[in-house]
């Protein structure tokens, strides 16, 4: 393995004669600037939000909450038993019949809207919870989670009334009481994802958010109490596995939405086969970030950076495989090695972070497992050389050369801030390794030719492709995958699609 | 008549420059990364540093018509001893100043260490016979000027005849003798960050020590894009040759937390060794004031009025 470290001055570095090394040391450094999280309020115990009221769970279990920065817990959680569950449907149903689904939409528009704007108002302490309770840096859940949210609710609002409009003048009937299941890497926006689309086509919601981070979901309940939504119609009950496999399972659901890994997707499309139940699946991913030679290269290291360290790598469109052509192959890693070595890695509530904590030690064990796959079958590893806080779940972002298209590095999704680096030599070649994966969700393209991005697009099987840029997000744009990263759309006029029933 | 299909000027040594191909730019992505080194937070001890540093990078500067020898006087004064309530503070880089004040600003600054920087031919336009321009350069420099301020031909530039851009700037440096280079490229005039790119590789390979935005005289002048476009070259020519090219952002810098951005956009493009005078300068007038409040409020927890910091 070789440290990225800071560098020293105008050295020549090793093994590259006429090149010198940058260097990034302590002639100015930050001083600590973190965000106070002494404002906020973390209730000690939370229940389960159920027909409009915070509900004890019947099974009287709770279980922890803990920041993946500090390991202290932060809060009890209620955890939702088979007959909580249930409990929730048939309120849900209740809000469906007889609230929700009679709503001119114009007026479930004035709700979304109300939620939106609660949303923007309490950004700050949105941010700082979803940075406590999930290790992102302060600045991304600032400047990302919590503003994107809040788009996404504004989006669907404007929807709620024009429903008419996105089917070419079929009429679009609400489905009835949706499931909906997320995953721990965006907590509050995959809320706001799963929710907006479906109060705006008129359905009701039961929402389970990740074990690992359950309390901007249960603030979120928090808004839609203020909001003053009939009660019933967004539900939502904290816990584990056992409680996503009661939801799925349960009779009364009429749709299901899943935001996680494939395996787990796998098991819910077959636990509803055969049912009535509506089913959209957005999973995992081993995106292809492809930056041939004409790219502009200072922009594309960019794009890299982004594209794999955003988020600690929890992002399942994440841009993990970097195909290079050859001919920009030792540039591009001397760059890309500069500059990694001015990320900050610590605090996550510091507003300099760039890398925050891995969510949770389960996640973090994946990864070192993963990684040493990647060393064992003889990859290259780099990784920053960086201190490490003592407490709390952390990895240094690290990248792979030397790696195989079979190696599992470069096969399975790692869900953290590592990123395998392998080389092509012509386009054609380029779009057979980049689609050579069980998944495909998204990728990049990164040319100074608007011709060769419009082909790549055509030729790339993923749901999302971006040119000269990576992990841009909008309510309006559609995002699913291709394969084993799911189907269904969600965002745009396709998302609606999903939790309508066109005639 | 046959007109040349090609613009051609006499051979220059451009073309002896046979892989000057410089890198595409993209917009957007600049835009974004600046925009996202922007929101740095420098708080504290960190700022009060960064604060200082960017007093002792700056070239204090008055470029008008109306320039007289009493306002070129005080203004040198102010530079050597920015606050005079604060003897701990640095004093500023250089003065700049037209060509006509460099005696008396050379005599005003003696021994205080600041360098006086003047800029020449035929600034801001540079629209005249070469000759004059070195020439220009050649007196400013007798005159004692220990750095010149050039401008380059924004029109060579625009028709594609680099061959003249890159003669121009290699005979200005030759005319320079001992005196510092600063490249002026006027990107406000340039038209997008590749031609910014592309002129920075010119003046950079032409000999210029350092690279500049702006006159001042032209809107935008210094921009956070810009700036890390040219220091992208920079970077690129330190890696290919280990030669240190200094940076010079000028005008529309006003404002400490501006100055601010532009020292985090250094240190994390090209690292340690840029952070000094000799290798990244501000052109400013307004904003070591801005500067000086900014310390003053540090200092004392108060911000002071405007009229407490001298107006020279």
Redesign the interface.
């Given at each position: 393995m070789s440290d990225i470290t800071?560098?020293a001055?105008?050295v020549?570095q090793a093994g590259t004669p006429?090149?010198?090394a940058?260097?990034?040391?302590?002639?100015?450094?930050?001083?600590p600037?973190p965000e106070s999280p002494d404002h906020v309020k973390i209730a000690p115990k939370y229940e389960l939000f159920i027909g409009g009221k915070w509900t004890a769970p019947q099974s009287k279990k709770y279980f922890d909450t803990v920041n993946p920065a500090t390991e202290q817990k932060l809060a009890e959680v209620a955890e939702a038993s088979a007959a909580d569950v249930d409990a929730a449907v048939v309120a849900a149903r209740t809000a469906f019949e007889k609230y929700w689904a009679k709503m001119p939409g114009k007026e479930r528009a004035k709700y979304i809207f109300r939620i939106a704007r609660a949303i923007q108002e309490k950004a700050r302490e949105l941010a700082i919870v979803e940075t406590m309770d999930g290790g992102k840096p302060i600045?991304e859940s600032r400047?990302f989670d919590i503003p994107t949210a809040a788009a996404h609710f504004f989006y669907h609002a404007g929807w709620a009334d024009k429903l008419e409009y996105a089917f070419h003048g079929r009429k679009a009937r609400p489905l009835g009481v949706a499931g909906q299941i997320i995953p721990w890497n965006f907590p509050f926006l995959m809320a706001a994802w799963k929710i907006a689309p479906a109060l705006a086509c008129g359905n009701t919601v039961v929402l389970k958010p990740a074990e690992t981070t359950p309390l901007t979901a249960l603030l979120l309940a928090q808004i839609i109490e203020e909001c003053e939504l009939p009660p019933g119609v967004v539900n939502i009950v904290t816990g584990a596995g056992a409680t996503g496999a009661a939801l799925v399972d349960h009779p009364g659901i009429d749709k299901i939405a899943f935001t996680g890994s494939t395996a787990v997707g796998k098991r819910i499309q077959r636990a509803v086969a055969g049912t009535k139940k509506r089913l959209t699946l957005e999973l995992g991913g081993k995106a292809a970030n492809i930056v041939f030679a004409?790219?502009?290269?200072?922009?594309a290291i960019?794009?890299i950076v982004s594209g794999i360290f955003f988020n600690q790598g929890h992002v399942c469109c994440a841009g993990s495989r970097l195909l290079l052509e050859e001919s920009v192959h030792d540039v591009v890693i001397?760059k890309l090695k500069d500059r990694m070595a001015?990320m900050r890695l610590g605090d996550p509530l510091d507003?300099?972070t760039d890398i925050g904590a891995i969510n949770s030690k389960a996640q973090l064990e994946r990864i070192k497992e993963l990684v040493a796959s990647g060393e064992l079958e003889g990859a290259e590893r780099h990784s920053l050389a960086c201190t490490i806080p003592e407490k709390g779940y952390w990895f240094p972002p690290t990248f792979f050369t030397n790696a195989g298209q079979a190696f599992r590095i470069a096969r399975e999704e790692i869900f953290g801030p590592v990123l395998t680096i392998m080389t092509f030599r012509t386009p054609d070649e380029a779009i057979e390794k980049a689609n050579n994966t069980m998944y495909g969700l998204s990728a990049g393209v990164w040319t100074?030719k608007g011709s060769k991005i419009f082909h790549m697009a055509t030729q790339l099987k993923a749901g999302v492709v971006w040119g000269?840029?990576f992990n841009k997000f909008d309510p309006s744009s559609p995002f699913g995958g291709f394969k084993e990263s799911g189907f269904g759309r969600e965002g745009g006029r396709q998302g609606l699609g999903a939790y309508v029933e066109v005639e | 008549m046959t007109t040349a299909l090609f613009k051609r000027s006499a051979p220059t040594r451009a073309s002896r420059f046979p892989l000057f191909n410089p890198?595409?730019?993209?917009q957007?992505?600049?835009e974004?990364?600046v925009a996202n080194l922007a929101?740095?937070?420098?708080?504290?001890?960190?700022?009060v540093?960064?604060l200082k540093?960017s007093i002792s990078m700056m070239d204090l500067t008055t470029l008008e018509g109306k320039d007289t020898e009493g306002k070129v006087l005080q203004l040198c004064r102010k530079a050597v001893r920015p606050l005079d309530s604060d003897s701990d503070l640095p004093s500023c880089a250089a003065i700049c100043v037209y060509p006509n004040f460099v005696r008396i600003a050379k005599d005003a600054l003696g021994a205080s260490g600041v360098k006086v920087a003047s800029v020449a031919t035929a600034f801001p336009s540079g629209q005249s016979p070469l000759e004059i321009k070195l020439d220009d350069v050649r007196r400013a420099v007798e005159f004692g000027a220990d750095e010149i301020d050039m401008v380059i031909d924004r029109g060579a530039m625009l028709s594609g005849d680099y061959g003249k851009v890159f003669d121009e700037i290699a005979a200005t440096k030759e005319a320079c003798g001992p005196a510092h280079l600063k490249v002026i490229l006027e990107t406000g005039e340039l038209g997008s960050y590749d031609v910014v790119r592309k002129a920075s590789d010119l003046a950079i390979a032409a000999g210029g020590d350092f690279i500049k935005t702006s006159t001042g005289k032209v809107q935008p002048a210094a921009t956070l894009g810009v700036t890390l476009v040219m220091l992208?070259a920079i970077?690129d020519h330190?890696?290919?040759?280990?030669t240190r090219i200094g940076m010079k952002p000028a005008g529309g810098v006003r404002t400490a937390k501006q100055a601010l951005q532009y020292?985090v956009v250094v240190?994390?493009t090209?690292?340690?060794?840029w952070?000094t005078p000799d290798l990244f300068r501000f052109g400013a007038s307004a904003l070591l004031n801005d500067v000086l409040m900014q310390l003053e409020k540090e200092r004392t927890g108060l911000y002071q009025a405007s009229e407490d910091f001298s107006k020279d």
């Open positions: 800071k560098g001055p105008g020549p006429a090149s010198f940058l260097d990034f040391g302590k002639a100015w450094e930050y001083a600037a600045k400047d004409d790219a502009p290269i200072d922009q960019e794009g001397r001015t507003k300099n100074d000269d840029t | 890198p595409p730019v993209d957007v992505a600049i974004e990364r929101k740095r937070s420098i708080k504290k001890a960190s700022k540093a960064g540093l992208e970077r330190f890696y290919a040759t280990g020292l240190k994390e090209l690292g340690d060794p952070l």
